[in-house]
């Protein structure tokens, strides 16, 4: 079946990096995403991964997938107060186009 | 600028209500997508449309209906409200397999 978990929160301080988990059970997915979502608004495409691929960085973000493990990882260098938000990542089962969401990880940064 | 649009920022209804919330886009996207988001929950799919006049069921269609007579609008029914179906709405449009943009949501509450 299709299910991602994520686990619900995640409090740092300012400066230091923070890693955010995500397990997924569909293999087939092309693309694995991270979206953000700010206080009330909708969701934003932050990253995505090829799923062919390990690694991705982009500026203070790193995207590690591990595929035989089915685990997804967004690791946010030097964490802003600004980069308080949900995390959410998805991932497209059979790449049918059709979305799937994990729980959300609510991440707090502390001054 | 990209825009996915939902009628309504925030809705109140009676139990047994019909109740209609509105998504259109404009970006020519033949995906798209009805979620609620509850907390501790994440985004779960109640409807996808990959093209118009085609729908697909999510994890929780029940009590819910969806149409699609045009590409750029995705519409929810809930046929007869119940306050169980309180929550935060996104509407979501996109290309295959690519980034999904999303609405602000709309918060129904239903009494």
């Known amino acids: 079946g299709e299910d991602v978990e994520q686990s619900l929160f995640l409090s740092v301080r300012e400066g230091d990096s923070s890693v955010i988990n995500c397990t997924y059970t569909?293999?087939?997915?092309?693309?694995l995403y991270w979206y953000k979502q700010e206080p009330g608004a909708g969701l934003q495409l932050l990253t995505y991964i090829f799923s062919n691929m390990d690694m991705k960085q982009d500026q203070r973000l790193t995207v590690l997938l591990n595929k035989k493990d089915k685990h997804l990882s967004l690791r946010i260098a030097d964490t802003q107060t600004g980069d308080s938000a949900i995390y959410f990542c998805a991932e497209t089962p059979g790449n049918t186009g059709k979305l799937i969401f994990g729980q959300g990880t609510t991440l707090q940064v502390k001054p | 600028d990209v825009k996915v649009t939902q009628s309504s920022r925030y809705l109140v209804k009676r139990t047994g209500e019909k109740v209609f919330l509105e998504c259109v886009q404009d970006?020519?996207?033949?995906?798209m997508f009805w979620y609620r988001q509850d907390p501790g929950l994440g985004l779960r799919l109640i409807y996808f449309s990959y093209d118009v006049k085609m729908k697909e069921k999510g994890d929780i269609p029940e009590g819910y209906s969806v149409s699609r007579e045009k590409k750029e609008r995705f519409s929810l029914i809930l046929e007869s409200a119940s306050t169980n179906q309180t929550s935060m709405y996104l509407c979501?449009?996109?290309?295959?397999?690519?980034?999904?943009?999303f609405g602000q949501g709309t918060r129904l509450t239903v009494v």
């Open positions: 979501a449009s996109s290309q295959v397999i690519t980034e999904a943009f």
């Open positions: 569909d293999s087939s997915s092309t693309y």
């Open positions: 970006m020519d996207h033949e995906n």
